[in-house]
Each structure stands twice: as C-alpha cells, then as structure tokens.
Nanobody, 126 residues
Framework: QVQLVESGGGSVQAGGSLRLSCVASGITYYRYCMGWFRQVPGKEREGVATIYSRGGTTSYADSVKGRFTISQDNAKKTLYLEMNSLKPEDTAMYYC???????????????????WGQGTQVTVSS
C-alpha cells in the first residue's frame, strides 16, 4: 500500500524559505507522476508543481514559478519542494500526491486520482 508522509512545514516571515519533504513508501511503479498541491479552507485545491519519474520533467503553477523548485531523490523515495521568497498568499496546507502513469501528459490532472499524504501546514506572515 502506498503511503506518503509530508514534513517541513512551519511558520515563516514573508521573504523567507522552507523546504518540504514527502517520503513515499510502497511505490512499485516504474513510471509515475508526483506533485505538490495546496489548499486554503474555503478555496479550491491548487496544483503547485509536478515532476515525472522518468527524466525529471517538471511543471509549475504560474504563481510559484521562479520561487519554488520541485525535486526528487529516487534512492530515498523522497519528493521535495524548495520554497523561496515566500509570500503571505503562499499560506496553505501543502499535500504531496503520486500516481502511476505511462506518460507525463496530464500529470497534474492524473494526480487528483492518486494517493495523497496528510499534508503539512505552511504559514507566511507579512
């Protein structure tokens, strides 16, 4: 059974940085998408960044481009999200997700039907 455990959230002032981690277990896929989403109570869930297992192709939401970096350590089965120049509007619960997929096409949409972690809270104060 696939399990994802996020960590690294916390409180930081605007302009600061955080690094989120997501440790995955039970993944036996060779090709898969992994990604980070975030959600604020009362608002729709937002896809933040995705990465494909083969080749490491990444994609980002416009709101985080140039500030966030998604990466993975396949040996450690860990997904990361490096967040720099944080803004108050980045405040949210951050979730990681994974899903087996033959290609990276539609990675973000495919993840909605995948496995999800419990989330880690990020709070950015002004």
């Amino acid at each position: 059974q696939v399990q994802l455990v996020e960590s690294g959230g916390g409180s930081v002032q605007a302009g600061g940085s955080l690094r989120l981690s997501c440790v995955a277990s039970g993944i036996t896929y060779y090709r898969y998408c992994m990604g980070w989403f975030r959600q604020v109570p009362g608002k729709e869930r937002e896809g933040v960044a995705t990465i494909y297992s083969r080749g490491g192709t990444t994609s980002y939401a416009d709101s985080v481009k140039g500030r966030f970096t998604i990466s993975q350590d396949n040996a450690k089965k860990t997904l990361y999200l490096e967040m720099n120049s944080l803004k108050p509007e980045d405040t949210a619960m951050y979730y990681c997700a994974v899903r087996s997929t033959a290609t990276m096409t539609g990675c973000l949409e495919r993840l909605l039907g995948g496995y999800w972690g419990q989330g880690t809270q990020v709070t950015v104060s002004s």
